[in-house]
């Protein structure tokens, strides 16, 4: 598995920008997956964004063309560049990692940040 550590949450205005970064304790290279998830209050989590280790990316529809996830393997570090912001964006914002290659092996593991809050407010 792997320890993660989300930063860069905040207040911000509708219309402004965030960009949060998620910190891994090792190296990410082999992970399958990292994702970024959101829960609003009194609603289920959410996927918001998923970047591969061949950097393909899934992105939810009520984030597309805002949100760009990206992926750093020298510095063990996923990002999420958030702009347009709107006031359904509040949440609280969970980096996730998704099991592990190692060779044609995959071992499965699912860990969680501790998550950031975002709040989208005038």
């Known amino acids: 598995q792997v320890q993660l550590v989300e930063s860069g949450g905040g207040l911000v205005q509708p219309g402004g920008s965030l960009r949060l970064s998620c910190a891994a304790s090792?190296?990410?290279?082999?992970?399958?997956?990292l994702a970024w998830y959101r829960q609003a209050s009194g609603k289920e989590r959410e996927l918001v964004a998923r970047?591969?280790?061949?950097?393909?990316?899934n992105v939810a529809d009520s984030v597309q063309g805002r949100f760009i996830i990206s992926r750093d393997n020298s510095k063990n570090t996923v990002d999420l560049q958030m702009n347009s912001l709107k006031p359904e964006d509040t949440a609280v914002y969970y980096c996730?990692?998704?099991?592990?290659?190692?060779?044609?092996?995959?071992?499965?593991?699912?860990?969680w940040g501790q998550g950031t809050q975002v709040t989208v407010s005038s």
């Open positions: 996730n990692a998704d099991g592990r290659w190692s060779g044609s092996y995959y071992i499965p593991f699912d860990s």
């Open positions: 090792g190296s990410i290279r082999s992970i399958n997956a």
């Open positions: 970047i591969f280790r061949d950097y393909r990316t």
